[in-house]
């Protein structure tokens, strides 16, 4: 697979590219299987709809990995914590953590096991799936998830899990081991079900500062990379901390693809990692309201990464009113500018 | 003034310290003013009550500078735009910015004459307070101001405005450089009413990618900052573009003090940008929660700095949830940690 072989650093006869959040609501086909399965999370829910939305871009746009369609957040909530998708609001958890009694009611194993939907959308995606493109499985970081748990929902300032950031650092560090056990199951479970690779997504991690970043959220990434890396050298781990450009240089680890937000200019990444990482990213997202915008923004980054060591993607989700015909004209163009 | 000579670079006996959102909710006393004037914006526009709570932090916390209670966004208001604050929601055009006709009715000279609240405000601030504490005036970037001109509120997404920036990007400089007229006239008028220093808040910053925030908003604040100089090369220029850390090297003009968010660590601004300009920052706000906490912000920011080049700050606005006596306790620890 092309997509594999780039996370490795290997030539590819094209860079490879897929998008976060291309499956999803700027497609007319999902907006009808999300519509059928009647919310949010009925569609994580049933593999047979979750499968179809996931497979949707690899047909439609020709992307070359599928990403599966699930969310980061179903991993608290089958651990026993009560969530919903509010329209508008986000995501809720009713009883957000507080105290250890909380914690001790969360379960590991039974949750790992509970996933079972998610592992069966990957058994159908992957059977379904040309055997050229690959499958990517996914999981929130401990600390994007931890912080989900304590806030009990998005949040601009972070203020109750900063709180125990400082007054109580061991219940977070609980917490976070926690999490980070159920996602090593889940993430091995996820591998043995038919992912060729996996990304960990640290949508918070600019939340912390420097110092506090390695402490609360990378050592915690870095252990499951480890768990994951001992057992399954061959598939390929890409991380994706947001928002931390001014410490890149700091960053290793036991990971493949080091995931490019697209506030980090990718000429930075490449200085800072690109000798010891492949890149993944990064282009900002509303270019893809412009064919000219696109046509910039691709050789521009073509033009830095010259075609090594290199996966395309957006530096953050596709936008829900983006059009089809741009995305895949997006597409398109990655893989027409960089043909060897 | 101590701040005045540090924002020069020049020594002084301690680092001087204030806070941005220093007259705010975090205190008991504004909250009483708020309630009086019946809305946030009564508040804005009554020089008498916004003198009271831009004074309140100075007697209160003893910080070394006031800066102006006002809002960036009376500008557009004052330019012709109808402006209103809803409860959890935020600021609200009601009428966006969409087309030359809208941006054609807007006035300049008449907005920077309507503005006379403000003015009358630092009058009456300037002759109650200390003369040996600083006033700082205020104004948002031609940027962020246009975003919300533009898009009519806040936005995570900046869609619209990004649109704008790739279909018709003259438009988007027509919107620019009116602002940006407008500006010079209002901060000037606000040096002429008494203010000692001024700070351009460019909190979208972030939004832009490095090149198109050379283009869309950097070139713009020189403008403003070049004006003044030429003017007023006594009155120090504070700028605090969020969230730019990837290309701080990029940085240079006619200022004095560069604000540094919290985000980006102090080591980075400093070495970047420490030999050329003051530093100000950046302590991450929700330190403030924990003493502990603030000890160990101080101590990093002030062994980073050594005291030198360097004004005191957040690198946030304080959090409505902060105690005051945690907020005494950080001005504080600010003055005794850096005493000569």
Redesign the interface.
Known sequence: MIFIDACFGKKTPYTPVWMMRQAGRYLPQYLKVREKAGSFLHLCKNPESAAEVTLQPVDILGVDAAILFSDILVVPLEMGMDLRFSTGEGPIFSNPLMTKADLDKLQINEAAERLEYVYKAIRIIRSKLSSDKALIGFCGAPWTLATYMIEGSGTK???KV??L???NPSFLHGVLAKVTEVLKLYLEMQIKSGVNAVQIFDSWA?AL??KAFFEFSWRYIQDICSFLKSKYPDVPIIVFPK?I???LDKIEGEFDVFGVD????IE?AKEKLGNRYVLQGNM????L??K??IDEGVEHIVNVMQNKRHIFNLGHGI?P?VSVENAKYFINSVHEKTKI
């Open positions: 300032t972070y203020g900063k709180k950031l400082y007054s600019s500062e420097e928002g450009s001014g410490y697209w506030s980090t200019p930075l900002e997202p509303t270019r309201y412009s000219r915008a936008l009113d």
